[in-house]
């Protein structure tokens, strides 16, 4: 498991550079809103299995057309595409099968795009901002370094059950070193390549966004224990699904777009 997971990442790093960073938008965008539809998808099969595939694609599009008006600087179309994500399914179910029991799961898969598309949304939009990749990395960096810390950490040094109910192997120790790694990563960061520059407002700032992250790791492993899945998919080898990959940044990207638009970079 463990040559599995730095396998993929060190096969997914030097992607994730060049998407970042020299790539084309359109192509780092494009993989932005893929990794939304995955994880879409990923949370249907989870949450609302009931939900007919029409439904699923329906809000799948929907997703591509948000992504698409967001390239294209088309910022009018956003809060109808989002309300067409409540919308089309609801009129979709009335149309066809109105007495349908996968009615029932309609508002645990409208809740999908909140939550695996919407952050993701909003890490495009900060990719747009000055210095805008910069920062992209710096997220990534902070909450990637984190996970890491909080994993090996709690492996070899954790001790005190941090959330017993929801996950078993988290750990307070490993929830520190989660924060000491994502505070010493992105300090170092900050020091060679910036954004912004090192101080108070900045450590504060990882701080949350590790603490975030982490709330994020154990709100997936609510979602998974609760439906008795133990990864939410498989497409990343000893990472499971896309959600097990980017719980954590699903919760600390609002953190750090709300940083950015108060302007407190």
């Known amino acids: 498991m463990h040559l ?4 993929t990442a060190i096969i997914a790093v030097p992607i994730l550079i060049f998407l970042i960073g020299p790539g ?10 893929a ?11 989870m949450a609302s299995p009931r939900l007919p595939k029409t439904v699923q694609w329906i809000v799948g599009l929907l997703t591509v057309l948000l992504f698409t008006a ?3 600087r088309q910022i009018m179309f956003i809060p109808a ?14 149309l066809t099968d109105p007495g349908s029991p996968a009615v029932e799961d309609l508002g645990k898969g409208l809740f999908g795009p909140v939550y695996a598309a919407l952050p993701l ?3 495009v939009l900060i990719d747009m901002r000055p210095s805008g990749s910069l920062w992209v990395f710096f997220l990534l960096t902070v909450v990637f370094a984190g996970d890491t810390g909080a994993f090996y950490i709690g492996k070899a040094m954790g001790r005190h059950k941090l959330y017993e109910r929801v996950s078993p192997n988290k750990t307070w120790e490993g929830a520190i070193g989660g924060l000491a790694g994502s505070t010493l990563a992105g300090s170092l960061f900050i020091r060679l ?6 101080g108070l407002t900045v450590l504060i700032l990882m701080a949350i966004l ?7 790791d154990l709100c997936e492993s609510m979602l998974k224990r609760h439906h008795g899945v133990k990864d939410s998919g498989a497409i990343l080898p000893g990472h499971g699904g896309i959600l097990d990959r980017i719980d954590g940044l699903l919760f600390a990207i609002p953190v750090l777009y709300v940083y950015l638009s108060l302007d407190l970079g």
């Open 4 to 7: 599995k997971r730095w396998l």
């Open 24 to 33: 084309p938008r359109w192509l780092f965008y494009s993989v932005v809103c």
């Open 35 to 45: 990794a939304a539809c995955a994880g879409l998808r990923e949370y249907h099969a």
């Open 70 to 72: 967001i390239y294209l």
């Open 81 to 94: 595409i989002i309300l067409l994500w409540a919308l089309a399914p609801m009129t979709w179910f009335l």
């Open 121 to 123: 949304l909003l890490l």
């Open 193 to 198: 390549l910036g954004p912004g520059h090192m």
């Open 210 to 216: 590790s603490v975030a992250a982490q709330v994020g």
